[in-house]
């Protein structure tokens, strides 16, 4: 059994920045692939952003070159850094870690970008 417990959320200006942490659980980490996903308020849930064991990653359109994802094997952590966040970043952020047998996620953490 993995749980992710995400922090980091909170209310920033637009033009603002971030950084979401997401532990995890369990024996082993650095294999799998994790992910920000986000949620706003009538919308569907979308990937955000995936980090493989590799290190290797890949963003939404809508994020690329303002979010960073990267992850601390040794802390069994994955971060998402968010710079120059716009109103319309608004959602809950959720981490994500897929497996074969079925996802695991967290609890989700609000951010709000609002003047």
């Known amino acids: 059994q993995v749980q992710l417990v995400e922090s980091g959320g909170g209310l920033v200006q637009p033009g603002g920045s971030l950084r979401l942490s997401c532990a995890a659980s369990?024996?082993?980490?650095?294999?799998?692939?994790m992910g920000w996903y986000r949620q706003a308020p009538g919308k569907q849930r979308e990937l955000v952003a995936i980090?493989?064991?590799?290190?290797?990653?890949d963003y939404a359109d809508s994020v690329k070159g303002r979010f960073t994802i990267s992850r601390d094997n040794a802390k069994k952590t994955v971060y998402l850094q968010m710079n120059s966040l716009k109103p319309e970043d608004t959602a809950v952020y959720y981490c994500?870690?897929?497996?074969?047998?079925?996802?695991?996620w967290g609890q989700g953490t609000q951010v709000t970008v609002s003047s």
């Open positions: 994500n870690q897929p497996r074969r047998e079925g996802d695991y």
């Open positions: 369990g024996s082993i980490f650095s294999i799998y692939t």
């Open positions: 980090i493989a064991g590799d290190g290797s990653t």
